[in-house]
């Protein structure tokens, strides 16, 4: 499990491993995907947001299932899973889990 060093502007990297976590020092804008993204590259994100800080999603340009993005937990994890397919980044919160 790869651990995302919060930071602003952190660019997302499948290559990085197929899970990776994350925990939110603040609300976070994630960078324009890098290249390593490609058809069939999926990430499994399980983010920590503990004190309802948000992520915005719009400079990787993902497309949501039901056309919004995930509010996230105030408490323990979202699991948000995000997959290139077609060349677009297609994303789907998973769920909440406790810890």
Same mark, same amino acid.
């Given at each position: 499990v790869f651990p995302?060093?919060? #930071?602003? &502007?952190?660019a997302i990297d499948p290559n990085n491993g197929s899970i990776q976590r994350w925990a939110l &020092? #603040?609300?976070r804008t994630p960078g324009a995907p890098s290249g390593n993204w490609a058809n069939g590259k999926s990430v499994t994100l399980f983010i920590s947001d503990g004190s309802a800080y948000s992520i915005t999603w719009s400079t990787m340009g993902v497309v949501w299932k039901g056309g919004t993005a995930p509010t996230l937990a105030t408490s323990g994890y979202s699991e948000i899973n995000i997959?290139?397919?077609?060349?677009?980044l297609r994303g789907v919160h998973v769920g909440d889990f406790a810890s």
């Open positions: 995302i060093p919060d #930071a602003a &502007g952190y &020092g #603040a609300s997959t290139m397919e077609n060349g677009v």
